[in-house]
């Protein structure tokens, strides 16, 4: 045999090509950018909460748990105990729990209605809840606060029409009075947990009809008829056929919105008074507003993410034990 059928017939040359790894490198580059975005950014977070604030001046890397200190039991104990933190927490699950509910609750039954339309008018109406996702929650906040200014919106209606007045005489007014919903002279909305969780809940209703849709529309509707045929009622239809169907869409996206809210800053800003602010309003106060306290920032920031985790996980949980049952 010569040298060139030696290197035509070889074991070398009759081996097939591998193909060019094209999916793997695409896994670990997406891999890498997720890290990149999600992973890193938490691990400085997290690592700069341990940091310390130098008064004067900015702040220098350490490892000092003064910051998760100062947040459950403020920075004089064990001489003081303060939990003005803590209560900036509560506010954040009060105002997250609330407007959630009242988000779900109410896009629920108009979620149910629009299923029943025809198709061409469910398109148009998805649309334009779709499309007012495209607003920011900067100019949804500007225009409810218009709509509950106290010069220019709803108290300066009720008092033009005589609702206010209609109000004094039936006793209501003193009602609001003591809700916090009333000055001695006329209605008012600004500032109050009202106004913050109502324009809250307008936040995330889009996102309840969106997420709520999908599972109405696949209600077997003969087993309403048959509830009904039977003497049912229509509450006693939504308790015993609707809401049972659609149990876990409907947990899910009161969860999904909550964690949302959890987070909510402008909202919170505007309408709710400086002693009922949220802890994210207290991030932002420390890491870019007038505290300039990165690291006590970003251990509130920790928190509120670990609560968020843990809110999820008993969710979770729950919604495993009521399938079990």
Not at 39 to 61: D, M, T
Not at 169 to 180: A, E, I, K, M, N
Not at 241 to 268: D, N
Request: hydrophobic content about 55%; aromatic content about 14%; charged content about 10%.
């Amino acid at each position: 045999m010569t040298v060139a059928e030696h290197i035509e017939t070889g074991p070398d040359t009759a081996r097939p090509a591998r193909p060019f790894p094209v999916v793997r490198i695409l896994s670990w580059a997406l891999t890498a950018v997720i890290v990149t975005l999600c992973v890193v950014p938490f691990l400085l977070v997290f690592v700069i909460s341990f940091g310390r604030k130098i008064e004067g001046a900015a702040w220098v890397w350490d490892f000092t748990l003064e910051n998760y200190q100062r947040f459950f039991v403020g920075t004089l104990w064990p001489d003081d105990v303060t939990f003005l933190y803590l209560q900036q927490l509560g506010f954040s699950f009060w105002y997250a729990v609330i407007a959630s509910l009242l988000a779900v609750l109410t896009a629920l039954p108009f979620t149910l209605l629009l299923t029943r339309l025809s198709r061409r008018t469910q398109a148009a109406w998805l649309v334009f809840i779709l499309s007012s996702l495209s607003l920011s929650e900067v100019f949804i906040v500007m225009g409810w606060d218009i709509l509950l200014s106290n010069n220019s919106g709803l108290p300066a209606l009720f008092k033009s029409t005589g609702l206010t007045q209609w109000l004094k005489d039936t006793g209501w007014f003193q009602v609001l009075r003591d809700w916090g919903l009333a000055n001695p002279r006329n209605v008012k909305f600004k500032t109050s947990q009202f106004a913050t969780i109502l324009t809250m809940s307008y936040l995330v209703w889009p996102y309840a009809v969106i997420l709520l849709f999908p599972a109405l529309s696949r209600l077997d509707r003969s087993q309403s008829e048959a509830a009904r045929t039977m003497g049912a009622g229509g509450w006693c239809v939504a308790r015993t056929v609707i809401l049972p169907a659609i149990r876990l869409p409907l947990f899910g996206t009161t969860l999904l919105l909550f964690v949302f809210l959890l987070g909510t800053y402008v909202a919170v800003t505007v309408f709710a008074a400086p002693a009922q602010h949220s802890t994210a309003v207290a991030i932002y106060s420390n890491i870019r507003g007038a505290n300039l306290n990165a690291p006590f920032g970003a251990a509130q920031a920790v928190i509120l993410l670990i609560s968020a985790g843990v809110c999820l996980a008993l969710g979770h949980r729950i919604n495993t034990w009521a399938e079990a049952r």
